[in-house]
């Protein structure tokens, strides 16, 4: 069984920074694309940012010089650093694993203030 656990959500003041963990376990994490994704209230999901095996990685352009996605095969986890947060920032962040259909995490609340 495959599953993604979110964490490192929190309340920011814009400007401010904040690091993203998920945790997975039910695959070989080293062997499977990673992503993260979020979603703003009354909004569609959109990507943020992906990570293959190769360690090769693209970003949304909205987040791109701001946000790091990166990757600790060791222990299984993958992280989303992010810096100079803004209010447009605000959304449930999700973990993605791109392998058979695709699985999801449950998502963790980030929030950031003016």
């Known amino acids: 069984q495959v599953q993604l656990v979110e964490s490192g959500g929190g309340l920011v003041q814009a400007g401010g920074s904040l690091r993203l963990s998920c945790a997975a376990s039910?695959?070989?994490?080293?062997?499977?694309?990673m992503a993260w994704y979020r979603q703003a209230p009354g909004k569609q999901r959109e990507f943020v940012a992906r990570i293959t095996s190769a360690y090769t990685t693209n970003y949304a352009d909205s987040v791109k010089g701001r946000f790091t996605i990166s990757r600790d095969n060791t222990v299984n986890t993958v992280y989303l650093q992010m810096n100079s947060l803004k209010p447009d920032d605000t959304a449930v962040y999700y973990c993605?694993?791109?392998?058979?259909?695709?699985?999801w995490g449950q998502g963790t609340q980030v929030t950031v203030s003016s």
């Open positions: 993605y694993a791109d392998w058979n259909r695709g699985y």
């Open positions: 039910g695959i070989i994490l080293s062997r499977n694309p």
